[in-house]
């Protein structure tokens, strides 16, 4: 059994941005104080686990952390991207069918369940694009 959070091997993204987008500064929203606590536990989880790091100077783009409940009573941490999404460049790629995908594994013989548990967090980003996903 695998522990920890994996990372995908050998590969940093990084985001293509659209330099003529003016930077923001987006105003922090308050966060409950029955939720506090959790943010500061996850946000602690989240750099145990590598997936975040602190900011080491600064950086024109600021996105607001939205603290979400889950059902289980754990806290999710979200930050709200839509300002700096509209700076950064998409990337188009043609997703298979299930058709083709079938056909190409015409005879299979091994076969895995992946847990994409926090699947955004197995990709990491590249030292250039992390200013752009700062709170």
Request: with cysteine; charged share 30%.
């Amino acid at each position: 059994m695998l522990t920890g959070l994996g990372k995908l091997k050998n590969f940093q993204l990084k985001l293509h941005v659209d330099e003529s987008v003016t930077p923001v500064a987006q105003a922090m929203r308050r966060i409950p104080f029955s939720r506090k606590q959790k943010v500061v536990d996850k946000l602690e989880e989240l750099e145990a686990l590598d997936v975040k790091e602190k900011l080491n100077g600064p950086t024109s783009w600021i996105n607001p952390v939205v603290a979400v409940e889950k059902p289980n009573g754990d806290g999710r941490i979200c930050l709200d991207m839509r300002q700096a999404n509209r700076a950064i460049l998409r990337e188009k790629h043609l997703v298979p069918t299930i058709e083709e995908t079938l056909q190409e594994m015409s005879e299979p013989k091994v076969f895995s369940k992946l847990d994409l548990n926090l699947a955004f967090h197995h990709i990491e980003l590249a030292p250039e694009s992390r200013y752009y996903y700062f709170a």
